[in-house]
């Protein structure tokens, strides 16, 4: 069955970091260009960053770009993404997704605080 599973979210202070994963299983992962999603409450689910399915080409939200890098590696079916100087307003779930599918995870939170 397909799955997406996300880790690595939690608490951390302004101007910290995290590494965010994600984890598939039961399609062919190396396929798709992966995205990262994120959503705040009463918010609309925004777009984070992007990267192709070799990997070659990434692109980010204005919001996030210079404090973000989305990395994957195929042989372990994962993608990442690697965010610094972290804002209250990245305060967030967390979603990955394989672009042209409905394959989403069930998100993981990151909440920036002072």
């Known amino acids: 069955q397909v799955q997406l599973v996300e880790s690595g979210g939690g608490l951390v202070q302004v101007g910290g970091s995290l590494r965010l994963s994600c984890a598939a299983s039961?399609?062919?992962?190396?396929?798709?260009?992966m995205r990262w999603y994120r959503q705040a409450p009463g918010k609309e689910r925004e777009l984070v960053a992007h990267?192709?399915?070799?990997?070659?080409?990434?692109n980010y939200a204005d919001s996030v770009k210079g404090r973000c890098t989305i990395s994957r590696d195929n042989a372990k079916n994962t993608v990442s993404l690697r965010m610094s100087g972290l804002k209250p307003e990245d305060t967030a779930v967390y979603y990955c997704?394989?672009?042209?599918?409905?394959?989403w995870g069930q998100g993981t939170q990151v909440t920036v605080s002072s």
């Open positions: 039961g399609f062919d992962f190396s396929r798709y260009p």
């Open positions: 997704m394989a672009l042209g599918s409905h394959y």
């Open positions: 990267i192709s399915s070799t990997g070659d080409f990434t």
